[in-house]
């Protein structure tokens, strides 16, 4: 039994060998942008809009105001790279249903991309923020022997991103396999099903953490300058 | 007993327990986050949405360590690297 969809390789490309990992994510990248492409090719403003800008249109809302929920801040430059984890990781999860399909999240290689993504992408918005003293002073709260805890608690909450969603999709992959091979009728769609909901939870949690992550190092520096410059006027009075 | 017999046996057992231990923190851990929440929920249903959404977050946190076991309890199974050793020793 293959434990990752890496191990099924379908062609050879050159040197790169296309497996199925590669393939199933560019089945999701093709149907995420030419669906998206068809949808906004005609936008309209009136009352009346195709049902399928109905659903991009609330699919958006429904990201941004989850993310100003968590966030409290407004979305706006935080939208683009949360929204497009969550409907990546999302989209190739319920695409797990279809036959012969095999989740492109259900192979480590795909998930520890995306964990180094949200890895990268934190200090980013973090400098863009507050610049980048302020940023890496962070690394020095609450003490500076607090450094090295810091560095591994960065790294390590990656590795956690990755195996989470990995570890869920794979799961799922193998229990639905097994369970064919035992009660080969009913039961395993009934997995299926809570493999659906697992997956969207997922995707929503792997979104989630990712804006939490970046949040917390954008603002908390921001309310920690904030608390030195008015304790500081007020240390000569 | 030879080797091969000897890592197919010591890795199944090690599977087994690993998924049997590690399953053990992670479910008294969601109970405990459920139990809470749902107790919240009934002090402030107001706030049921927020509480839902921390909820899920921690439980999905919480439940990642239990998703670590299963995933060395795989490993051990379907692609235990001793094994494969062995067997390329074998088969060379």
New interface residues.
Partial sequence: MEISPDQIVYFHLGPVAINATILFTWVVMLLLTAGSWLVTRRLRDTETMSRWQNLLEVLVEGMGDQIREVSQTEPGRYLPFVGTLFVFIASSNILGIVPGFRPPTGSLSTTTALAICVLVAVPLYAIVENGVAAYLRQYLQPTFFMLPFNIIGELSRTLALAVRLYGNVMSGTIIIAILIGVVPFFFPIVMELLGLLTGIIQAYIFAILAMVYIASAAQVEAAGAAASDRHEPNQPS | MDSIALIAAVSIFTAGITIAIGSIGPALGEGRAAAQALSAIAQQPDEAN?IT?TL??SL??I??TA??C??VA??LI??NPFWNYMISQGAG
């Fill in positions: 927020r959404r899920f977050v999905a946190m439940e990642s998703i670590y299963f995933v795989m490993i379907f692609a």
